[in-house]
C-alpha cells in the first residue's frame, strides 16, 4: 500500500524558514519523480517543485532561489527545504509522484504571518 506522510509545517514569519519531509512507504522514491504540491483557500492545486529519480529538480517560478527540494533514498523521504518566506506561501502542502499515485497524505499546514 502506498502511504505518503507529510510534516514540518507550521507558522513562522514573513522571512523565515521551514523544512518540510516527505516520508514514502510502498514504494521507492528513488524510482519516481517526486513532487511538492501544495493548495491555498479557494484555489487549485499547483506544483511546487519536482525532483525527477536522476536527481534533476524544477521549481515553479515564484519558488525559485527560496525552496530546494532533496531526497533522501535510504530514508525514502523527499524534503522541502523553503526560504525566504512570504504569506503567499501560505497552503497545505502535499507530495506524490508523477505521475501520480492515488494517495495522498494528510498534507503538513504552513502559515506564512506578515
Known amino acids: 500500500q502506498v502511504q505518503l506522510v507529510e510534516s514540518g509545517g507550521g507558522l513562522v514569519l514573513a522571512g523565515g524558514s521551514l523544512r518540510l519531509s516527505c516520508v514514502a512507504s510502498?514504494?521507492?522514491?528513488?524510482?519516481?519523480?517526486m513532487v511538492w504540491y501544495r493548495q491555498a483557500p479557494g484555489k487549485q492545486r499547483e506544483l511546487v517543485a519536482t525532483v525527477s529519480r536522476f536527481g534533476q529538480s524544477n521549481y515553479e517560478d515564484s519558488v525559485k532561489g527560496r525552496f530546494a527540494i532533496s531526497r533522501d533514498t535510504a530514508k525514502n523521504t523527499v524534503y522541502l527545504q523553503m526560504n525566504s518566506l512570504r504569506p503567499e506561501d501560505t497552503a497545505v502542502y502535499y507530495c506524490?509522484?508523477?505521475?501520480?499515485?492515488?494517495?495522498w497524505g494528510q498534507g503538513t499546514q504552513v502559515t506564512v504571518s506578515s
Open positions: 510502498g514504494f521507492f522514491i528513488s524510482s519516481n519523480t
Open positions: 506524490n509522484a508523477d505521475p501520480e499515485f492515488n494517495y
